[in-house]
């Protein structure tokens, strides 16, 4: 068993990064009585990996799933074919550059990055180039860390430009202003790292859904007890929560969007199934959670 101190100068680590790691789950150390943290051997041994993997630039929501996957070569090869895009891209702009920069030929250049560049996009980059500006941010909010891979098949093709044509057409929901202003603001304040962590406590509570339930019995009353009250049924939460409903259940978001979406990406269908069993595992527990869902 080892003290932070000693952790810290055998990994490499500062303090405040230990710390942050084991707030994200990575490591469990032991708590002594008088409420100084002890680290075994394997906490050593993950933190030294956590430090490797941090180096080459994988996230904490991609490293979790390197800890937890039982071929780890396997789950890091995914992190290497988004290195390698990323790698190609680069390459493929630089000479795209040179060009301009040599014979500034904007219809050459076209022809040149929807040749080179673009088949190299992820999903995410494709609707970010679509949609620019906060609805292509919003989207990527909510569904980035799904959208990681390539177009490679016609069947995706064919999902990704129903997915295009439905969010290009549908009315943007009429928000109030005051509401406008909310979202803008809640949006304006998450940083992709606090957009990651708030991602990966979802996943864990929809992969771990009784534990979840079991830890947060308190949280999840009180929670209830607040959606019932005046004070929410007034708030611009409760407002835009009643917006976006309607506007999910009468816009075809379920049957275009989600449906194509499942296609489009493997790791959102394995997501949205784990969703649905933990939907009906939570209101099972709890019946009066299906109120929420309805306008």
């Given at each position: 068993?080892?003290?932070?101190?000693?952790?810290c100068?055998?990994?490499?680590?500062?303090?405040?990064?230990?710390?942050?790691?084991?707030?994200?789950?990575?490591?469990?150390?032991?708590?002594?009585?008088?409420?100084?943290?002890?680290?075994?051997?394997?906490?050593?041994?993950?933190?030294?990996?956590?430090?490797?993997?941090?180096?080459?630039?994988?996230?904490?929501?991609?490293?979790?799933?390197?800890?937890?996957?039982?071929?780890?070569?396997?789950?890091?090869?995914?992190?290497?074919?988004?290195?390698?895009?990323?790698?190609?891209?680069?390459?493929?702009?630089?000479?795209?550059?040179?060009?301009?920069?040599?014979d500034?030929?904007?219809?050459?250049?076209?022809?040149?990055?929807?040749?080179?560049?673009?088949?190299?996009?992820?999903?995410?980059?494709?609707?970010?180039?679509a949609?620019?500006?906060?609805?292509?941010?919003?989207?990527?909010?909510h569904?980035?860390?799904?959208?990681?891979?390539?177009?490679?098949?016609?069947?995706?093709?064919?999902?990704?430009?129903?997915?295009?044509?439905?969010?290009?057409?549908?009315?943007?929901?009429?928000?109030?202003?005051?509401?406008?202003?909310?979202?803008?603001?809640?949006?304006?304040?998450?940083?992709?790292?606090?957009?990651?962590?708030?991602?990966?406590?979802?996943?864990?509570?929809?992969?771990?859904?009784?534990?979840?339930?079991?830890?947060?019995?308190?949280?999840?009353?009180?929670?209830?007890?607040?959606?019932?009250?005046?004070?929410?049924?007034?708030?611009?939460?409760?407002?835009?929560?009643q917006?976006?409903?309607?506007?999910?259940?009468?816009?075809g978001?379920?049957?275009?969007?989600?449906?194509n979406?499942?296609?489009?990406?493997?790791?959102?269908r394995?997501?949205?199934?784990?969703?649905?069993?933990?939907?009906?595992?939570?209101?099972?527990?709890?019946?009066?959670?299906?109120?929420?869902?309805?306008?």
């Open positions: 068993m080892m003290l932070i101190k000693d952790v100068r055998e990994c490499k680590l500062t303090k405040k990064a230990i710390e942050y790691y084991e707030q994200q789950g990575l490591i469990s150390p032991k708590i002594n009585e008088n409420g100084y943290r002890n680290y075994s051997p394997e906490d050593v041994s993950v933190l030294k990996e956590i430090r490797v993997l941090r180096k080459l630039g994988i996230s904490i929501a991609e490293i979790k799933d390197i800890l937890a996957s039982p071929n780890k070569s396997a789950a890091l090869a995914k992190c290497k074919y988004r290195m390698d895009l990323e790698v190609e891209k680069a390459i493929a702009k630089k000479k795209c550059l040179e060009r301009l920069v040599k500034y030929d904007i219809e050459q250049a076209i022809t040149y990055i929807e040749e080179e560049i673009e088949k190299n996009f992820t999903i995410k980059e494709k609707l970010l180039q949609f620019p500006g906060s609805y292509g941010m919003f989207l990527c909010i569904f980035g860390q799904f959208l990681y891979g390539k177009i490679d098949t016609e069947e995706k093709e064919r999902a990704y430009n129903k997915i295009v044509e439905f969010l290009d057409k549908i009315q943007e929901i009429e928000f109030p202003k005051e509401l406008e202003e909310f979202l803008e603001q809640g949006i304006g304040l998450l940083e992709e790292i606090d957009m990651e962590k708030i991602n990966s406590s979802i996943i864990d509570a929809i992969n771990n859904v009784d534990v979840y339930m079991e830890e947060n019995k308190e949280a999840i009353e009180k929670y209830f007890e607040y959606i019932n009250s005046d004070e929410y049924k007034n708030s611009p939460a409760y407002k835009m929560k917006l976006l409903l309607k506007f999910q259940q009468e816009s978001y379920y049957d275009i969007f989600i449906e979406l499942k296609i489009l990406s493997e790791s959102y394995e997501y949205y199934e784990r969703l649905q069993a933990a939907n009906k595992a939570f209101i099972d527990r709890y019946p009066q959670a299906e109120k929420i869902y309805k306008v």
